[in-house]
Each structure stands twice: as C-alpha cells, then as structure tokens.
T-cell receptor
C-alpha cells in the first residue's frame, strides 16, 4: 500500500512554465514533508521541505503548498528552466521512517 | 568533501551468494538509512539506524540485514539474494537535529541478481 500518492507520473512544460506536482497522504502522524530532485545516475537531493504547521514555503523558484485538512501537498516550480528537467519525489516522514511517492519525470522544453 | 560513499557501484551476482554493500559517511551523522529504488515504485526504505547499535526496520526489510558498529558505517547485507532484490540501492545519512531531517544520499549501487 502506497503511503504517499504522487501525480502526475510525467510532465512536459515549456521554459518559463509552472509545473505543479501533487502528493497526498493518509497517516496524520507524518510531520515532515520533503521534496527531492534526482538527476539520471545520481542520488536524490533535498530540494525543499515543509512541516504541517505551515501552509506554504518558498525557496527560490520552488514553492511547497500544504493543505493539512485535505492531507495534500504540492510542489510548484516558478519560471521553469531546462536545467530543472529531472525526476521529483515527494516524501512524508515521522522523523525516523520515510515514505516516498512514485516520482514525477519533469521535462522542460527550451 | 562531505559525502556518503557506497561500494560497489555496480554488482552482478547469482541467487544465494551472500553479498555486502558498504556505506560510509564523513559528516558525523547519527541517522543512516538504506533505500531501494524500483521503476514505478519510487524509493522504499529498507532499514534505518538512529545511532550506533540502534537499527530498525523500514517498509521493506525482508531479505536484508544491517549492522551499525561504528557511527560512520552502515553496511547492507543480503544473506541469500534472490532475483526480486535486483534494484538500485541508496544509502543516506542525516543529523538528528529535530528541526532538520535533511538526508544526504550516496551515489547508488546497482545490483543485479541472476
């Protein structure tokens, strides 16, 4: 059973567009929600993370929106660039255990 | 350079032949964890360790063992590998500061079990 459901599976946008990736969870014990970026042949790297007491967090061009009542959170990439083409994973954690979504392959067309 | 290293990076083996994948970090992190990544399934946590001599099961621990005898090392052991353990494996580490759960991932080990 997938603890964190992620969509879409793949996404193609034009340069400058705003791709949005969505995740949903059920376990209310989760208290940390990170997003990871992974390039081919590399390990995932932390992009941005949020805790459930905050509804939005922005770091540079990356924004997490968090809806605690709906148990959903999403990643928005402003002014997307070809260099943002990668696979993105959302995750949810109790602090010790981490559950990842199935990933979204993002392609930004120049 | 702060990093998590894994060895080997690539491994092809046969069913039943015991193997160990090593993981080492030089950041003095308390927390270490192993994940497997499979197409369409994302990353799934195998085992994690809060500190030396403290390990616990993740989501998919069956068929794997770990040990944490030193803070910097967290080897993953497959006592009797099977083809369904063919996967890309990542080790990760992080500090245990309550405010920060940033995990640093290694480069991955691609394992094929024939």
């Amino acid at each position: 059973q997938q603890q964190v459901k992620q969509s879409p599976q793949s996404l193609i946008v034009q340069k400058g567009g705003i791709p949005i990736i969505n995740c949903a969870y059920e376990n209310t014990a989760f208290d940390y929600f990170p997003w990871y970026q992974q390039f081919p042949g590399k390990g995932p790297a932390l992009l941005i993370a949020i805790r459930p007491d905050v509804s939005e967090k922005k770091e540079g061009r990356f924004t997490i929106s968090f809806n605690k009542s709906a148990k959903q959170f999403s990643l928005h990439i402003m002014d997307s660039q070809p260099g943002d083409s990668a696979t993105y994973f959302c995750a949810a954690s109790t602090g010790n255990q981490f559950y990842f979504g199935t990933g979204t392959s993002l392609t930004v067309i120049p | 350079e702060a990093q998590v290293t894994q060895n080997p990076r690539y491994l092809i083996t046969v069913t039943g032949k015991k193997l160990t994948v090593t993981c080492s970090q030089n950041m003095n992190h308390e927390y270490m964890s192993w994940y497997r990544q499979d197409p369409g399934l994302g990353l799934r946590q195998i085992y994690y360790s809060m500190n030396v001599e403290v390990t616990d099961k993740g989501d998919v621990p069956e068929g794997y063992k770990v040990s944490r005898k030193e803070k910097r090392n967290f080897p993953l052991i497959l006592e009797s590998p099977s083809p369904n353990q063919t996967s890309l494996y990542f080790c990760a580490s992080s500090l245990r500061d309550r405010a920060v759960y940033e995990q640093f991932f290694g480069p991955g080990t691609r394992l094929t079990v024939l």
